[in-house]
């Protein structure tokens, strides 16, 4: 088979090796390792546009190639390949051109063309849940769904359409779309973590067991989406008010991931890479959500340090522990980790560490430890292209 039939044959393939290689060219340019991409976006402030491109950009498309593996599996849909795949791949890269051309295309055309991707996966993904009346899964096509509109608010607030109470949605598109993201972790996470875990050492000749109450479950899950809500309507109700009870309701809600992060027996699973890094990318996640509460409850945690522990500790975490393995047994490997990608996990433990960090210090140290994160993260995603791109171009090893 061709490669580039291979390549479109099943949707984490293109999709894994286009959020590798952007997230490490992307990340590489904001920290000025490589060529500076300011200019292409000089329609966007920089931040704004590192923000929507880390999230919209590569996250969105590391959710994409799972759930397009993952959807046909738990519906019995026929998966989305071929010239269909190739066409969403396109609306992506189509997305990723037009942000970062909008000063010479324009934020309308900018716009039209980034939205066509988060809408496209909407109907891909939405209409095999619906078809197969998978109503466990309905959540995906809500996230998604606001996904785009998320997206849609981002881009009305650049162009500066939004006016009064909506002024600066902008900023809260971007808040949200990152707790979003936090909420696919809550629940993907709590299937495959504890099942990975337990099959792992199963396989060791010793048991896991697994403390998972549905009351915990439901709890996280519940107490995120109450922190995200919270968030997206502070704005319009009363800010000064609402900081302490947000506070307090996000570092419970870190508590109660942390008990049931625990419950899953991770300090048990650190001779196997693909298991614990899975378990580490979940730590972030509790972590953030309490650094989240910390930051309302005071001026100690700066929020820059809640958001990328959110950011880079749990959802770049999450990404390089769930890209390898998914691409490892959809390719007809062992559950092998490839000896470059041990640097890669040491590199991507070292990230979020340093971006954390940052907000603490100051000078030289603030620039130094920023750098340094950029750096590892941009490393790191690099190795994973150099391992993974020719398994994800190539026939299945079976």
Not at 116 to 136: D, E
Request: charged share 10%; net charge neutral.
């Amino acid at each position: 088979m061709p490669a580039i039939a291979t390549l479109f044959s099943v949707g984490f393939r293109p999709f894994f090796l286009l959020a590798g290689a952007y997230s490490a060219v992307a990340v590489g340019a904001w920290s000025g390792w490589l060529a500076d991409f300011g200019g292409w976006g000089e329609v966007y402030p920089p931040a704004q546009l590192h923000a929507h491109e880390m999230l919209f950009g590569f996250a969105l498309a590391a959710v994409a190639g799972f759930q397009l593996t993952a959807v046909p599996q738990w519906t019995g849909a026929a998966p989305l390949r071929g010239p269909g795949l190739a066409a969403l791949a396109g609306a992506w890269l189509a997305g990723r051109l037009g942000v970062l051309a909008a000063g010479v295309l324009g934020p309308v055309a900018a716009m039209v063309l980034d939205l066509l991707f988060p809408l496209g996966l909407l109907v891909v993904i939405g209409s095999m849940l619906l078809g197969a009346n998978n109503r466990r899964n309905y959540i995906f096509i809500v996230l998604l769904s606001v996904i785009s509109l998320a997206n849609l608010c981002w881009h009305l607030d650049m162009m500066g359409v939004l006016e009064g109470s909506f002024a600066g949605a902008g900023d809260t598109a971007l808040n949200l779309m990152l707790n979003l993201l936090l909420i696919m972790i809550t629940v993907i996470g709590g299937r495959v973590i504890p099942l990975f875990s337990a099959n792992w050492l199963k396989r060791q000749g010793r048991e896991l067991t697994i403390h998972h109450p549905a009351w915990l479950q439901g709890l996280c899950l519940g107490g995120l989406v109450a922190v995200t809500l919270a968030e997206l309507f502070a704005p319009w109700l009363e800010p000064d008010l609402m900081g302490a009870p947000i506070g307090a309701l996000a570092l419970a809600t870190g508590l109660a991931h942390l008990a049931r992060l625990w419950g899953w027996g991770g300090y048990r699973t650190l001779a196997h890479p693909l298991v614990w890094i899975m378990h580490l990318g979940y730590l972030w996640l509790c972590l953030a959500i309490m650094l989240k509460g910390g930051s309302y409850l005071g001026d100690i945690i700066p929020p820059a340090a809640a958001r990328h522990a959110a950011g880079v500790g749990a959802i770049g975490t999450m990404i390089m522990a769930i890209m390898p393995r998914v691409c490892l047994g959809h390719t007809g490997r062992d559950l092998i980790l490839p000896r470059p990608m041990l640097a890669a996990y040491a590199l991507i433990v070292a990230a979020p560490l340093l971006r954390v960090a940052s907000p603490f210090l100051d000078g030289d140290w603030y620039q130094a430890a920023l750098l340094g994160s950029g750096l590892c993260w941009t490393l790191a995603f690099a190795l994973f292209v150099w391992c993974f791109a020719p398994m994800l171009c190539a026939p299945r090893a079976d």
